[in-house]
């Protein structure tokens, strides 16, 4: 079992920044992906990023191109997530997910595939 803590969210007017992190209770075995989602009020659970542990490749959501950055710290196994030009469409609560395997890159989109989720964090944009 993994055990994903998130922490970062906040109040923030738009074009504002943040930045969340993740830290997981252990790593997997092999190359796991740790990714990012959010979800509004009435709204389905959407992909925001992800990052391929060992390979160190990032994906994003077209939504957050641009604007949100994911990385990750290999020692302290923590993912951040950066953040910047924030928009009020950006509110949400933003859950934490770790995939045990990376086989795949197309299906890091779906929530569906991600093995752990943390109990998330609420993220206000204001306008």
């Known amino acids: 079992q993994v055990q994903l803590v998130e922490s970062g969210g906040g109040l923030v007017q738009a074009g504002g920044s943040l930045r969340l992190s993740c830290v997981a209770s252990?790593?997997?075995?092999?190359?796991?992906?740790m990714g990012w989602f959010r979800q509004a009020p009435g709204k389905e659970r959407e992909f925001v990023a992800a990052?391929?542990?060992?390979?160190?490749?990032?994906y994003y959501a077209e939504a957050v191109k641009g604007r949100f950055t994911i990385s990750r710290d290999n020692a302290k196994i923590t993912v951040y997530l950066q953040m910047n030009s924030l928009k009020p469409e950006d509110t949400a609560v933003y859950y934490c997910?770790?995939?045990?395997?990376?086989?795949?890159?197309?299906?890091?989109?779906?929530?569906?595939?991600?093995?752990?989720w943390g109990q998330g964090t609420q993220v206000t944009v204001s306008s």
């Open positions: 252990r790593r997997t075995f092999g190359n796991f992906v």
């Open positions: 997910a770790l995939r045990r395997s990376a086989y795949d890159s197309s299906r890091y989109y779906y929530a569906s595939t991600y093995d752990y």
């Open positions: 990052i391929s542990w060992i390979d160190n490749n990032a």
